[in-house]
């Protein structure tokens, strides 16, 4: 099983939170055996089981809270640096509900992405492929639907580069920056 921390940067009504917990029950591509946990509050037992239906409504202490303020919390609390994180846990990536998930039942899938050269290292070389390519060390977000959230979720954990990398051409996105799954 393959699981995921959930954080919530909005007061998101339970019953949104029950449609991305549904999205994963019942996924529309075979992406293994895929779970939420909600992270509620900043002082929660450090991890829940997969969170299941129905979630009712709660006051997030993650309020307007920034991807890099959420992983900065994430890599203090929810790393394999600490002897009981669990295999089945994702320590580099995580997910994000925000006040746009509640209109349009997308979110964000955040992973920290590790770049191997300096954009001025690529320039150097002049390889104009790996320039085009290029992305900065740090969290790097995708939106998807809740319904593509299962096997983004699951795989970037593995294949950072071929969601964060491979995909980031304009075809690959509605205009309003949701990816598109191939």
């Known amino acids: ?16 939170i029950d449609e991305l917990l549904e999205a994963a029950t019942n996924p ?22 997969p969170t299941t239906a129905p979630v009712g409504d709660f006051e997030t ?8 303020e959420i992983g900065v919390y994430f890599n203090t609390r929810y790393t394999r640096e600490f002897p009981d994180y669990p295999a089945d846990w994702s320590s580099k990536s995580f997910a994000v509900l925000d006040e746009r998930s509640i209109e349009d039942k997308t979110l964000l899938i955040v992973r920290w992405w590790q770049q191997d050269q300096s954009l001025e290292e690529l ?12 992305k ?7 939106r998807v639907t809740f319904e593509d959230s299962p096997q ?15 995909l980031q051409g304009p075809e690959n996105f509605t205009d309003d920056g949701v990816l598109i799954m191939p």
Request: aromatic fraction near 10%; hydrophobic fraction near 40%; charge should be negative.
């Open 61 to 68: 202490s993650f309020l307007n809270a920034s991807i890099d």
């Open 28 to 49: 529309t591509v075979d992406c293994g055996d895929f779970r939420w946990s909600l992270v509620r509050t900043r002082d929660q037992a450090p991890l829940d089981d």
């Open 123 to 134: 320039q150097e070389i002049r390889d104009e492929w790996l320039i085009g390519r290029y």
């Open 136 to 142: 900065p060390t740090g969290w790097q977000s995708l």
């Open 1 to 16: 099983m393959s699981k995921t921390l959930l954080f919530c940067t909005a007061n998101v009504p339970g019953k949104v």
């Open 152 to 166: 983004v979720g699951s795989s970037i954990e593995l294949s950072p580069s071929a969601y964060l990398v491979d």
